[in-house]
């Protein structure tokens, strides 16, 4: 967030895009989860196209949605604590291979035709539950990986580039599979892709993620300490209710593209599976914007940008019914979603210190994945009374005001930020200068 953003430093390059990728460990887990991936995104379209089929309501997708997510605001904070305490490479092991079991199970239930609405909520909150643990973990994991902490940003970025290529291609696959041969077989693709990414992180070099604690404060002394960090350092806690403000009223959206492919544009599963996609398109380039900064400097602006965005193109989606119109909107919306949250945790990622990282990122986490329920909940609520179109338009009024107020904070934000920037060299001798008095970071703990 530093207002330092001039200079060859920060200029946008091609050239480093995939730096982050020279670390072995990293490149096997962007291979592998860059797989898998693509198969979770083909189960969530086709998860989607099933509830709506089995059911026919706005409001039961969005209790699934609900469900799915409601375990990973509660849990989150607690497995926050566990992740800085436990092995994380063997934290991912069992997730993933939860994950696996889920998606067999459910591939399994719809092949013999006894499939209900609610084994499906029931499977959705077990996912929740390995979502409290595996989210956290993936994004404290990742760090671990890289030993060049400037390529961090780099890194982060790359996820995000990998998660919304995977959303680029897993929904317009579910389309076609769902026509062709049924949901059944996109659930049994999904729990094969998740071989891809055990066997990566089996093939990694695990002496590397040993736990840097096991022992010392009691968990909930430690969760306590995570909760006083991450809302006494104002930049943190901006970062975090904004996030969790987008979670809550725009990125629901998706849980009722179903009722717009449908309803709306008159159209079947191919079109919920190109509507899913042209999200994937706006993130993907987002997501690469991204990798392409080699600094973080200058980055602050990017997240209420990037929210003022994602809020025109969900009001100009909400009121569209034309095709193409639909298309290019949400191009927009992943564009400005991923930017906003990318740039969010990247920031986070640079801040916090390590024996911390896992309590913040749980509260991430609960901002990201764990209030998207809720917003789910009351999307689905407010569509089956005023309707889907102004629901979402809606949520885009409500994204820009926020926006507005971030950006308002943004100057004494930066005001918090610099003297970390220039304690961890990302910024220049010359621009530091001699800090005064009153621009020391003092952390929270130690007020």
Not at 260 to 271: E, Y
Not at 302 to 327: D, E, K, N, R, V
Not at 367 to 390: D, E, K, N, Q, V
Request: with cysteine.
């Amino acid at each position: 967030m530093a207002a330092d953003a001039s200079g060859p430093e920060n200029q946008i390059s091609l050239r480093d895009t995939f730096r982050a990728l020279r670390y072995r460990n990293y490149r096997l887990f962007f291979v592998g989860q860059g797989a898998s991936l693509i198969g979770t995104w083909i189960q969530s379209i086709a998860l989607s196209w099933l509830i709506y089929q089995l059911t026919h309501s706005a409001l039961y997708l969005g209790i699934v949605g609900f469900a799915s997510q409601i375990a990973t605001f509660i849990l989150a904070p607690v497995a926050g604590v566990l992740v800085d305490r436990w092995n994380q490479h063997r934290i991912l092991i069992a997730t993933q291979t939860l994950f696996m079991f889920e998606a067999f199970v459910l591939s399994a239930l719809v092949f013999l035709r006894i499939i209900t609405v609610w084994q499906v909520i029931v499977l959705s909150v077990f996912v929740g539950l390995v979502n409290g643990f595996d989210t956290p973990t993936r994004q404290a994991f990742v760090v671990r990986m890289i030993e060049d902490r400037a390529d961090l940003p780099n890194a982060i970025a790359l996820n995000s580039s990998m998660f919304n290529g995977a959303r680029l291609i897993g929904p317009a696959i579910a389309g076609i599979l769902i026509a062709a041969v049924g949901v059944a077989w996109c659930f049994a693709i999904n729990g094969f892709s998740y071989l891809a990414v055990i066997v990566a992180l089996l093939a990694m070099q695990v002496n590397l993620f040993e736990p840097e604690q096991s022992t010392g404060p009691s968990a909930v002394r430690e969760l306590h300490e995570g909760f006083r960090y991450t809302f006494g350092f104002p930049p943190v806690r901006a970062i975090i209710l904004f996030l969790a403000l987008v979670s809550l009223i725009a990125t629901p959206y998706s849980v009722l593209l179903p009722v717009f492919a449908t309803r709306i544009l008159h159209g079947n599963a191919s079109t919920l599976g190109y509507l899913g996609a042209a999200a994937g398109v706006g993130a993907f380039i987002g997501a690469t914007i991204l990798a392409s900064r080699k600094s973080i400097l200058g980055l602050g602006i990017w997240i209420p940008t990037a929210g003022a965005i994602l809020g025109a193109g969900l009001i100009g989606f909400g009121l569209s019914q034309a095709m193409w119109l639909s298309l290019l909107l949400l191009a927009v919306i992943g564009f400005g979603l991923i930017v906003q949250m990318a740039s969010s945790n990247t920031i986070l990622q640079t801040v916090v210190d390590d024996t911390i990282r896992g309590r913040v990122m749980s509260f991430y986490t609960a901002a990201y994945l764990g209030m998207t329920p809720f917003g789910s909940l009351l999307a689905g609520w407010l569509a089956s009374r005023i309707g889907s179109p102004y629901t979402v338009a809606l949520g885009g009024v409500i994204s820009i005001a926020g926006s507005i107020l971030f950006a308002v904070k943004l100057p004494s934000l930066r005001h918090f930020i610099r003297p970390i920037y220039c304690e961890k060299g990302i910024l220049s001798a010359n621009l530091c200068g001699v800090q005064a008095a009153s621009e020391t970071y003092v952390p929270p703990e130690e007020r």
